[in-house]
């Protein structure tokens, strides 16, 4: 069935039909959100120099298809993800003993931990911590004959992005799929379109219930006096994805009726404070646009500070402390930032000595573990000699790999022959910063046409990176969960030669599924 459908799929297009497609979703992009600010290397900043404009989302013209047995087994598992991540945050000490050898050679990771550090001596004002997750996977097909099964790329823990965007992209290929009702004369006939559509997808949805959660759980205000309570976005300058988080944003306001308000994070210290008189600590916010005016956050959800590039200077560290030692609820946590790097990852796939997987997951059944665990790729570390080494520095085993740093977002990894020069080429001290990690092999055949955001259209051999989203809130004191939801979905697809898969770093585009 997979070879018979990416072998003649998506149809082909003549040239008539190809441009009331690209027409059709322009129009439809603009009219329902599905945009982003352009890349300067598009509009350049002095064309626009008030950042007025908004293009179309990159987004394929048609849905991929996808194993719903991979699909299925992704939702299921999503909510043991979510326990998993939250059972690591609560074990501090197990933490810092992996953060070890990193805080050595890893600037980046050392100030989180040491944010963590000074909080802790002074004492966390909130236990309650929210976790917006979204495991990444491949499917993986390694020869023709192989039924494709399902393996994680990574899971995010901070700004896990395009959960508004991607149910845009669900809801714009089901209405060309319906286009009239009840028909599909946008696309052409293919076998793959009789009576399917994409599967819902409630990202949005769940999302933004996540955060309303959270900020329901916080409780009455704790400043003297009280003070209305609200949640605050805390956004990086220039962020090109604005209309992804106002969807967001619009089903808090208008479902939860909870007043939510977008602050840069280089003006946290600016517009927020922490009365020093007030021993719970209260994050207070005085919107720019009216001084006079405050709230209570009960809650703050980083869209910004998951890379290096977002610390300008120890101000924005501060701001990260200042932040952290609130009462407000972070989403996510230091501490659950950092559950969040690639070499946790590695280690709970590790098949040789102790069992951390089962061990943070002790209470579930043996046969859900088994099933998290065959979502791991094979992944090394680099901090030693041994196995991970040698398949990094031969060029042939090399080949089929890719070497990851402690990182979020896109643009961060090495790839295959790359990786034996790139890693010679520093110090060897330096080489346990990365993780090892075997490529994953999805449909060699698979393929889709994408309209870019400067309007260019693509066509040709592709891969397909599904990830799904969950939310969890727990108590980091006593590690008891209030809410575990899983939700929603985003489909991201990229060049079959393009290696990164970053659809803000320009290198994939938003894709939706039809399952088969």
Same mark, same amino acid.
Request: glycine letters at 6%.
């Given at each position: 069935? #997979? ?222 006096? #009280? ?139 043996? #046969? ?149």
């Amino acid at each position: 069935m #997979a070879d018979q459908i990416y072998s003649n799929y998506p149809p082909p297009l003549n040239p008539a039909q190809k441009e009331f497609l690209v027409t059709t979703i322009k129009d439809w992009a603009t009219q329902n959100g599905l945009l982003v600010r352009p890349a300067p290397t598009f509009v350049p900043k002095e064309t626009d120099p008030s950042g007025v404009l908004a293009t179309n989302a990159p987004v394929t013209l048609f849905p991929s298809p996808f194993p719903k047995s991979c699909f299925d087994e992704a939702k299921y598992l999503q909510t043991v993800y979510n326990q998993l991540y939250a059972a690591i945050t609560c074990n501090e000490e197990w933490i810092g003993k992996i953060m070890e050898d990193l805080i050595d050679v890893d600037d980046f990771i050392s100030h989180l931990w040491k944010v963590h550090l000074s909080v802790k001596e002074e004492g966390y004002a909130q236990t309650l911590s929210l976790g917006l997750y979204r495991s990444d996977y491949m499917t993986h097909t390694p020869s023709a004959s192989t039924a494709p099964s399902l393996k994680q790329v990574e899971f995010n823990t901070i700004s896990s992005s395009f959960g508004g965007l991607s149910s845009l992209v669900t809801s714009l290929h089901t209405n060309l799929l319906n286009s009239p009702p009840g028909h599909s004369i946008a696309y052409p006939s293919h076998p793959l379109f009789n009576s399917n559509v994409p599967p819902e997808n409630t990202a949005v949805e769940t999302l933004s219930a996540g955060l309303a959660a959270a900020h329901n759980s916080y409780g009455p205000s704790k400043a003297k006096p #009280a003070l209305p309570t609200c949640i605050l976005f805390v956004v990086q300058k220039n962020e090109r994805n604005t209309f992804d988080q106002l969807a967001l944003l619009k089903q808090l306001t208008k479902v939860h009726k909870i007043p939510v308000f977008r602050l840069l994070c280089s003006e946290i210290l600016d517009h927020t404070s922490i009365p020093s008189s007030n021993p719970s600590r209260p994050l207070i916010y005085s919107p720019p646009h009216s001084p006079d005016t405050q709230f209570e956050v009960t809650t703050t959800y980083y869209r910004c500070f998951y890379a290096p590039s977002d610390y300008h200077s120890e101000r924005d560290w501060e701001a990260r402390t200042h932040v952290e030692r609130s009462a407000a609820i972070k989403c996510p946590t230091v501490l659950n930032q950092l559950a969040g790097c690639k070499v946790v990852q590695q280690v709970l796939a590790e098949t040789a000595g102790p069992d951390h997987l089962s061990s943070f997951l002790s209470g579930t059944d043996s #046969a859900i573990v088994a099933r998290i665990r065959e979502t791991f790729a094979p992944q090394y570390d680099l901090s030693s000699t041994g196995r991970g080494r040698d398949l990094a520095l031969n060029v042939e085993t090399a080949m089929n790999h890719v070497l990851k740093p402690q990182r979020e977002g896109g643009g961060n990894n090495i790839y295959k022959e790359a990786i034996p020069e790139f890693l010679r080429s520093i110090p060897e001290s330096e080489w346990k910063r990365w993780i090892l990690m075997e490529l994953i092999k999805p449909p060699s055949e698979a393929k889709n046409v994408a309209l870019r955001s400067d309007g260019e259209v693509l066509s040709g051999h592709v891969i397909g990176e599904l990830g799904v989203y969950g939310t969890i809130l727990w108590d980091q004191a006593s590690g008891k969960i209030s809410h575990n939801e899983q939700g929603g979905w985003l489909m991201r697809t990229k060049g079959r030669d393009v290696n990164e898969g970053g659809v803000a770093t320009g290198f994939s585009s938003l894709d939706s599924i039809l399952l088969y």
